[in-house]
């Protein structure tokens, strides 16, 4: 979250962003993801949580889709900490 424009932006990071600024817009809702190491294609959920962070943060660049990973790990941990207070028994 201090260095917002600090993300690594390589291969795999170029195809997801591609895939998600494309989906929806000019090609349509994938049904398998990108390949992996072993060349099997992943489920397409992983494209399909990109997509709706584009949507739901308006994430037209890689850094602003690094922010909303990053703000829903900062929405995630709070969620635990919230658990760990009021369930402890």
């Known amino acids: 979250m201090i260095w917002p424009d600090d993300t690594e932006f390589k ?3 170029i195809r997801m962003f591609t895939r998600a600024q494309n989906v929806g817009v000019s090609e349509p809702w994938p049904g398998l993801g ?3 190491s072993a060349v099997f294609a992943n489920p397409a959920m992983n494209v399909w949580v990109f997509v709706m ?5 308006y994430a037209t660049n890689p850094p ?5 990973v990053q703000l829903l790990n900062l929405g ?4 635990l900490v919230w658990f ?5 028994g």
Do not use: K, M, N, Y
Not at 76 to 79: D, V, Y
């Open 76 to 79: 995630a941990l709070a969620l």
């Open 64 to 68: 602003a889709l690094a922010r909303a």
């Open 53 to 57: 962070l584009r949507w739901l943060f």
């Open 11 to 13: 291969r795999d990071e």
């Open 34 to 36: 990108i390949p992996s």
């Open 84 to 88: 760990a207070v009021h369930l402890d």
